[in-house]
């Protein structure tokens, strides 16, 4: 049982550049979500899903989309990189109980 | 608004003495609440929830929770800290799981 698989672990982007952190999570989760969290700062919620089909903003969805076409996998798109956008990045799922979080993706944009 | 805040950015105790990490939410319909516990470097871990039921809640690693909806508090504790329990505990709120900016707990010898 794997969890919550996050790719990749480490990613250096250049400003302007685009591409997608992967999540998939094998235990039927209906609720994912994307967090960043800045050094020293708490998780700011991006975007979150609550089945299939369904997306919604969070705190700091600006400069992100996401979608979830399927159960399992919930990825996280950045169109046009900014040097605001270097964070590590948590994705997490649960159905009703027992929230489980994926290892990170530390993403640096210069 | 900020949904969870966490009164504590940095709180430092003695090892073998008690700990009281501070929460506080503001109310919803459903006030789902939660502790977590992130080391240096790693993911975060979930101690301790409250959906309903029973306002103290007890966790893994020795803690506990006291939900207080007169106070809009949720707030950990544990009756011994152990040099491991040195790391950064988020609160977190709700289905949307809105966090708090953290506390950094240091543990002295």
């Known amino acids: 049982n794997a969890g919550v698989t996050q790719t990749p672990k480490f990613r250096i982007l250049k400003i302007g550049q685009s591409m997608t952190l992967q999540c998939t999570q094998d235990?039927?989760?209906?609720?994912m979500y994307w967090y960043r969290q800045d050094p020293g700062m708490g998780l700011k919620l991006i975007y979150y899903s609550v089945g299939a089909g369904i997306t919604d903003k969070g705190e700091v969805p600006n400069g992100y989309n996401v979608s979830r076409s399927t159960t399992e996998d919930f990825p996280l798109r950045l169109e046009l990189a900014a040097p605001s956008q270097t964070s590590v990045y948590f994705c997490?799922?649960?159905?009703?109980?027992?929230?489980?979080f994926g290892s990170g993706t530390r993403l640096t944009v210069v | 608004a900020q949904s969870v805040t966490q009164p504590d950015i940095h709180i430092t105790v003695s090892e073998g003495a008690s700990l009281e990490l501070r929460c506080n939410y503001s109310y919803g319909a459903t006030p789902y609440l939660f502790w977590y516990v992130q080391s240096p470097g790693q993911g975060l871990q979930l101690l301790l929830k409250?959906?309903?039921?029973?306002?103290l809640v007890q966790g893994i690693k020795g803690f506990e929770a006291e939900f207080k909806r007169s106070q809009s508090s949720f707030n950990l504790r544990k009756p011994s800290v152990h040099w491991s329990d040195a790391a950064e505990y988020f609160c977190?709120?709700?289905?949307?799981?809105?966090f708090g900016a953290g506390t950094r707990l240091t543990v002295k010898p």
């Open positions: 977190a709120k709700g289905h949307d799981m809105r």
């Open positions: 997490a799922s649960t159905r009703t109980q027992g929230y489980t």
């Open positions: 235990m039927n989760h209906n609720y």
């Open positions: 409250y959906f309903s039921g029973d306002t």
